[in-house]
């Protein structure tokens, strides 16, 4: 069975523009939750979607946002760059939802200038 | 906010040493899992604990979940260099927030050869 995967690997942006990161979970998974993981703060959890539906959120500003689509993909965008964003974001799907046993990809590197 | 506290944050063994890592909170966890994280890669998890006092052994790896299911011990036997990574416990809430981890920091073991 496939893990998770995402994409791209490696991102540079410049403060003040958008990106947009993509995760596909393991096949029958219907949960993914979001991770912004950086030396500091460790692993602070962004949202959860299950079933196309967000279903949980972290503490994060309004510029981070996500969705999921029907085939259980998901995409999180994050607005208006800051520097402060730079940091590797992790996806992670699971069966039931995303408090349980969950599988992470390999992350996205973004970095700001 | 429920908060979980590893220790120590950093940790450098020689091959064949025992250690221990420690994670706590203050907060009652339903369940708590342990992971392990190498470079460039994602989380992957070790084990679930999730009755109070519960033990549970994976080679020489031994995970101990606190009988009150506030606290969580990692004891690794006769360390080997392939077990250098980044150690990180979660916690599934109870009740109604069981929808989201919440991770500790994380242990950076290295086992030097």
């Known amino acids: 069975k496939a893990g998770v995967t995402q994409t791209p690997r490696y991102l540079i942006k410049t403060r003040g523009q958008q990106v947009t990161l993509s995760c596909s979970p393991i096949s029958g998974h219907r949960s993914v939750s979001w991770y912004q993981q950086t030396p500091g703060q460790g692993l602070q959890f962004l949202f959860e979607y299950f079933s196309e539906t967000q279903r949980n959120k972290g503490n994060f500003p309004g510029r981070f946002s996500g969705r999921q689509f029907s085939n259980s993909r998901s995409e999180m965008n994050v607005s208006t760059l800051e520097l402060g964003d730079s940091a590797l974001y992790l996806c992670?799907?699971?069966?039931?939802?995303?408090?349980?046993?969950?599988?992470f990809g390999p992350g996205t590197r973004l970095t700001v200038t | 906010t429920q908060l979980l506290e590893q220790s120590p944050q950093f940790l450098s063994i020689q091959e064949g040493e025992n250690l221990t890592v420690y994670c706590n909170s203050s907060?009652?966890?339903?369940?708590l899992q342990w992971y392990r994280q190498e470079p460039g890669e994602g989380p992957v998890l070790l084990v679930t604990v999730v009755t109070g006092g519960e033990v549970k052994k994976l080679k020489r790896l031994t995970f101990q979940f606190g009988d009150a299911r506030k606290d969580s011990s990692l004891h690794i036997t006769a360390a080997q260099p392939g077990d250098t990574g980044l150690y990180l416990c979660?916690?599934?809430?109870?009740?109604?927030?069981?929808?989201?981890?919440?991770f500790g920091k994380g242990t950076l073991l290295t086992v030097n050869p």
């Open positions: 907060s009652v966890f339903s369940s």
């Open positions: 992670a799907s699971s069966w039931t939802g995303g408090g349980y046993e969950q599988y």
């Open positions: 979660a916690g599934v809430g109870s009740g109604g927030s069981n929808y989201k981890l919440t």
